[in-house]
């Protein structure tokens, strides 16, 4: 059965970090690419990194600088490493797979086949 499966959320402080992981099972995630979104309350689904088969990165203006994305295919694991964050940042992130090499189009959840249950980030003081 091929399941996505995040953890590592919590809460934070303003400015604070936090790293995210998405385990993967029934599948060699170093193959494809992996999406992370996240959705705050009352708020849209909204795509924010995607690390292609070939380690190639892509990320949404609000978190570029901040959030890095990275891969241990060693370990089928990919991970959000969240630097200086924000209230705004506040929101249950999911991690997802189009099972395709490419980010084109995941950050818009085009041709997601599986996602994750998600882990709740909150930042505040």
């Known amino acids: 059965q091929v399941q996505l499966v995040e953890s590592g959320g919590g809460l934070v402080q303003p400015g604070g970090s936090l790293r995210l992981s998405c385990a993967a099972s029934g599948f060699s995630l170093g193959y494809y690419a992996i999406g992370w979104f996240r959705q705050a309350p009352g708020k849209e689904r909204e795509g924010v990194s995607c690390i292609s088969s070939s380690d190639g990165s892509t990320y949404v203006d609000s978190v570029k600088g901040r959030f890095t994305i990275s891969r241990d295919n060693a370990k089928n694991t990919v991970y959000l490493q969240m630097n200086r964050l924000k209230p705004e940042d506040t929101a249950v992130y999911y991690c997802?797979?189009?099972?395709?090499?490419?980010?084109?189009?995941?950050?818009?959840?085009?041709?997601?086949?599986?996602w994750g249950q998600g882990t709740l980030v909150t930042v505040s003081s």
């Open positions: 997802a797979s189009p099972l395709g090499s490419s980010c084109s189009g995941v950050l818009i959840a085009r041709h997601i086949e599986v």
